[in-house]
């Protein structure tokens, strides 16, 4: 899994029947030293995570199935928004 | 799933029958700045995107099937054209 | 599976419920110099691995299921803790 | 898919039965700029590509099974060589 | 799959038991111009490669299903130790 911040929203009008018209966050994953790494994900939002927020995101078919459901053409999702983190050193 | 530009098409007369002589996009993925963030990804387009266009690539064997089909060799397909972004701060 | 330094821990109040509660853990991937690659992994911890040890994450479905259970929404999981490392030249 | 330069071939005398001598090609993967894009790739050739060209690489058990059998431990196969790249803007 | 360089061994006391006490071989996977790629990966030796070899790993659930088993908590396999790398330009 990754973490990220929330940084934004997306529409999309011209969308596939299997993306359903679902909340679609854009998060930006971290580094150790809090910096940006590399290229956005965009993930549906299982946890009204909003603008902002640190974030949990999974990817993979059964995380997509127990949550938002099969029928839904992304595997990247919200799983849990950070209300604290403890670093080491 | 990844946010991109559409920077291109691609043609291969030379190609497994398991492509299918499908439209393909050279889509450049998107860092938080803006920037071009790795390597192209190359999409089986199943929304008519044209060059420029912002779009979602969606990744996996369940997209496909619900997309484009079982019987094409490819996982990346574009299911979403992006309308508009709302970015946090 | 990849190697990397346990730094830090995440605490998520709102989280799905397929995650479980779990014991989640930042793990920094090391590069061939010891450095910082890329961005953070949250990994689930199967062995009660602590801040500043180095481990080894696996990740896929079977690895999550013969360790953590077959209902954890995630698929990165904490296999092994390192005691030594010999390098060549 | 990944859009890529054939850079070589390897030979490895002592392999897993499951490659089973296949021809392996190395792949540079490419940038929007042209440049290289992170580590290189071995892929079985399906078509017969060579030193040079350009070629596409899709990644994933069932392109395998379609393309190179099932029997074969490799899941990147050269699927597309490509004649032509219209760029946009 | 990877082409990478053999830097070490690793060693952990406590681990999955699915891990099986096996050979884990430290890989640093290269570039084009044979620079080091990002992350080191941790692989399972199937062919009883040696620190400073070139290899070419692997990564599914098959692959590990053909060499090593099924019950390995390991997508990653050493499947080819390089003979020869023969450059185009």
């Known amino acids: 899994m990754l973490l990220g911040r929330v940084v934004g929203r997306l529409w999309a009008a011209r969308q596939a029947d299997s993306l359903g018209g679902r909340k679609l966050l854009l998060v930006r994953p971290e580094t150790a030293s809090g910096g940006a790494a590399g290229r956005l994900v965009v993930a549906v939002d299982g946890l009204d995570a909003g603008p902002g927020d640190r974030v949990i995101v999974a990817h ?3 995380v997509r199935d127990l949550t938002v459901g099969p029928d839904v053409a992304d ?3 919200v799983i849990g928004i950070v209300d604290g983190v403890e670093l080491a050193r």
Chains 1, 2, 3, 4, 5 share one sequence.
């Open 60 to 62: 993979g078919s059964r």
């Open 75 to 77: 595997k990247d999702v």
